[in-house]
C-alpha cells in the first residue's frame, strides 16, 4: 500500500485532502445546519493551504520561494475575486462558481508543490 501511495502521488494526495478536507468540514459542522452541495464541494483554499505547507516543508531551492510568492499572490486574488463578486450579502451564501474556482486553484496549487517536491521544477 505505501509503495502504490508513493508511486502515485500526483493524484493521491490531492485525492486524499479533499476527502479528509470534506470529513473535516462535514464532521464540525452544528448539526442543526443542513449541509449543502456547496459544503461538500468548498475545499480549495484548505487545498491551497496544503500546497503551501508542502513546499515550506520541502523548500531546497529558489524556484521555490518564487512558487510561495505566486501561491500567495494567486489565492490572494482568487480569495477577493470570490469575495467582491460571488459573495451574496443578502443570503449570507457562496454562489456555486464562487466554490468551483478556488476548488480549480487548489487542486493545481496542489499538484504543483507536489511536482516541486518531486524534482520536476528546479
Known amino acids: ?3 502504490f501511495i508513493i508511486e502515485n502521488l500526483i493524484w493521491v ?9 470534506i470529513l473535516i468540514k462535514t464532521t ?8 449543502t452541495i456547496i459544503d461538500f464541494l468548498d475545499f480549495g483554499f484548505g487545498l ?24 500567495f499572490m494567486g489565492i490572494f486574488a ?3 475575486i470570490v469575495h467582491r463578486r460571488y459573495w451574496n450579502k443578502d443570503k449570507q451564501s457562496l454562489k456555486l462558481i464562487g466554490v468551483i474556482v478556488p476548488d480549480i486553484l487548489g487542486v493545481i496549487l496542489l499538484v504543483v508543490a507536489i511536482i516541486y517536491v518531486g524534482g520536476g521544477i528546479t
Open 78 to 80: 482568487t480569495a477577493n
Open 13 to 21: 494526495v490531492p485525492v486524499l485532502s479533499i476527502f479528509l478536507s
Open 48 to 71: 491551497a493551504i496544503t500546497s503551501i505547507t508542502i513546499i515550506l516543508t520541502n523548500l531546497h531551492n529558489d524556484a521555490g520561494i518564487w512558487l510561495l510568492v505566486f501561491y
Open 1 to 3: 500500500m505505501g509503495q
Open 28 to 35: 464540525a459542522k452544528n448539526s442543526l445546519i443542513p449541509l
